[in-house]
């Protein structure tokens, strides 16, 4: 007998309508911001179980454009965690997704590729950015949208860590997202989608910004000749720091490549540059430390 999904699907199917509309007008970039995006208790359940920054093997993200830590292996997921990344990606929520959208053709991605578990410590950040459009493994995938759900309690404003929605021409901010608790955001996967949250965090030592990020894809008939890369790009304002995220920014663009062509992920790169954290490891304030001596 098959189990319940977590998602509660009798809440946001009547709302289908209201939501496809909301979706296709809202500015700068179709999104929705879905508030008590699950149950209560599911999500407090959640929470509870997600990984502490010592407590498991974690991706370590560090570089001049962002600051954090990743998870994207489904098997190294704790269990309830896992069942609703499991509910997420199954059919009947992504074709709950693709009504919401108006995206024809989703799919999940069941390798995760960037996506999975997310947290950000005291002093990390992720700079303003459009995300890479093609799956790394799979040639004939385009990216067309993201789900990100906040697992943050008591998440005070004054931290920062807000989720920016920035205009095409990134000249002005159009909208502000607090990483609320149970609050997800949907949003369409283009060239020109760019977000980010990228104040540096001044949370509390041992408070973290949590969240679980997962990306769909339509498969197209042929391979792109040139797949894009994440795309960085520098706020009004950003002065001196426009020349290094740039810079960065290609860098990063050569890793892709080779990512896509030889086959590899983030969490074999990661053991290979000595990026991984193990539980025991290192203090989080110690990785703080080094991660910050290590930015260019």
């Known amino acids: 007998m098959s189990r319940p999904s977590l998602f509660p699907y009798d809440r946001w199917r009547p709302r289908l309508p209201e939501l ?15 508030t008590g995006f699950l149950d209560d208790a599911v999500t407090f359940r959640l929470a509870r179980e997600f990984p502490r920054p010592d ?6 993200y560090r570089h001049y454009n962002e600051k954090k830590l990743g998870k994207s292996r489904r098997a190294d997921f704790p269990p309830f965690i896992g069942r609703l990344v499991d509910d997420l990606n199954a059919p009947e929520f992504v074709a709950w997704l693709s009504e919401l959208t108006g995206i024809r053709g989703l799919v ?5 590729d960037g996506g999975g578990l997310h947290q950000t410590e005291r002093g990390g950040f992720l700079n303003i950015h459009a995300d890479f459009t093609m799956h790394h493994h799979r040639p004939n995938w385009r990216r067309r949208c993201n789900l990100i759900l906040f697992l943050n309690e008591g998440w005070d404003d004054t931290w920062r860590g807000a989720l920016e929605l920035w205009d095409p021409s990134m000249k002005a901010r159009g909208v502000r997202i607090a990483p609320l608790f149970n609050h997800a955001i949907v949003f369409s996967t283009t060239e020109e989608s760019y977000h980010g949250h990228p104040d540096p965090l001044t949370c509390p030592p041992g408070v973290t910004r949590k969240s679980i990020a997962l990306y ?9 000749s040139a797949p894009r890369s994440t795309n960085y790009r520098a706020r009004p304002g ?9 810079l960065d920014k290609q860098l990063l663009a050569v890793y892709s490549r080779a990512k896509s062509r030889l086959g590899l992920s983030d969490d074999w790169a990661s053991k290979i540059l000595g990026l991984r954290r193990r539980a025991g490891r290192r203090s989080p304030e110690r990785a703080g430390r080094e991660a910050g001596a290590s930015a260019p």
């Open 216 to 224: 769909y894809y339509t498969v197209e008939t042929a391979t792109a």
């Open 20 to 34: 496809t509309e909301q979706y296709g007008r809202n500015a700068p970039f179709p999104h929705v911001h879905l």
């Open 55 to 60: 407590e498991a093997s974690w991706i370590e």
């Open 108 to 112: 999940a991605d069941p390798d995760l």
């Open 238 to 246: 950003d002065g001196a720091k426009a020349g290094l995220i740039w």
